[in-house]
């Protein structure tokens, strides 16, 4: 039986016209304000427009080199073209009997992200489909950011390594949804842990933060990226080295909010250098972690199958 794997995840607007439709699908059906939607394509433009989707398939197609003749990968967005269902219609239509849907956030939050789990089951249409969900610690994951980070590191000479700050980034939310599910921020967290300790940094030489607050003015969760930064200047430092936990592939988080606006705040600061560690996007080692978050989570699932009814209930 072929397994079919579709990797999902938000989508991006196809151009600049295309970005007020598409915040209004991400806010649920609520067209964005005229200043807010000038900001957004403001930023789009400053980018030159995310490159999201372009890196989900190619992460799609490495995925299916390395999974081999049994498997068939697509990719899904859940706020743009290709959308999720699309994706799983090609599955089924080449001859997939089953679907894993793999969100391509490792912290899994079913109120966040339960819109991808309903997706996925819709489009599946009889076909048996499954969602991956955290998978947070993996340790093939792990060793990716990790390796990062020593990579950004190992530009310092010995002397110096040891006093780079290091800023482990999550996107921030607002507080309502993680007093309503702390376990996710508990997720976010326990990967910066993981990472950290992989990476072998010191207690005192990390720290979490969340970037990219949305535009509401509700409370959103702190300590925020922009607000570090000027406090490290303030301690002495001249360089600091940013590695999000969370955003998988390039887009406008990272390559705006990081690259743009981040630096913008360090300079503006003192800071000299802000560095921030290259996204796993479609390199060999992020999609062979991908590979194992697949096998284990298809070993679960055969094993679950497996199993007498009275055991599952």
């Known amino acids: ?93 080449r001859g997939a009997g089953r679907i894993l849907g793999l969100i391509l956030s490792p912290q899994y939050s079913p109120t966040l992200m339960g819109g991808y789990d309903q997706a996925l089951q819709n489009a599946a249409a009889g076909v048996p489909a499954r969602i991956v969900r955290a998978w947070h610690l993996n340790p093939a994951f792990i060793d990716v950011l990790a390796s990062r980070i020593r990579g950004a590191l190992a530009r310092y000479s010995d002397g110096q390594r040891d006093r780079i700050p290091i800023l482990l980034t999550a996107h921030s939310l607002p507080r309502r949804v993680v007093e309503r599910e702390p376990e996710y921020v508990d997720q976010l967290r326990d990967t910066a842990h993981a990472v950290a300790a992989r990476a072998l940094l010191a207690a005192d030489q990390w720290s979490f933060v969340y970037q990219s607050a949305g535009h509401t003015p509700e409370e959103w969760l702190k300590p925020d990226l922009l607000d570090v930064l000027p406090q490290l200047a303030a301690a002495g430092h001249t360089d600091v080295v940013v590695a999000p936990v969370q955003f998988l ?65």
């Not at 079919?4 to 915040?23: F, H, K, N």
């Not at 796993?280 to 096998?295: I, K, R």
């Open 1 to 93: 039986m072929l397994t079919g794997v579709v990797l999902m995840t938000y989508g991006s607007p196809r151009d600049l016209d295309d970005v007020g439709a598409y915040i209004t699908r991400v806010r649920g059906g609520r067209a964005p304000d005229a200043s807010l939607l000038a900001e957004f394509r403001r930023r789009y433009a400053a980018i030159g427009m995310s490159p999201l989707i372009e890196i989900t398939q190619r992460q799609a197609s490495a995925l299916a080199d390395l999974l081999g003749r049994d498997y068939l990968v697509a990719a899904g967005m859940r706020f743009s073209a290709p959308n999720i269902a699309v994706a799983v219609g090609s599955l089924v239509d």
């Open 249 to 313: 592939a390039d887009h406008l988080e990272t390559l705006y909010d990081v690259d743009i606006a981040g630096r913008e705040q360090a300079l503006a600061a003192g800071i000299r250098v802000l560095t921030r560690i290259d996204a796993p996007n479609s390199e060999p080692d992020f999609v062979a972690a991908l590979g194992n978050v697949v096998q284990g989570e298809l070993a679960a699932w055969d094993l679950a199958v497996r199993r007498p009814a009275w055991a599952r209930a």
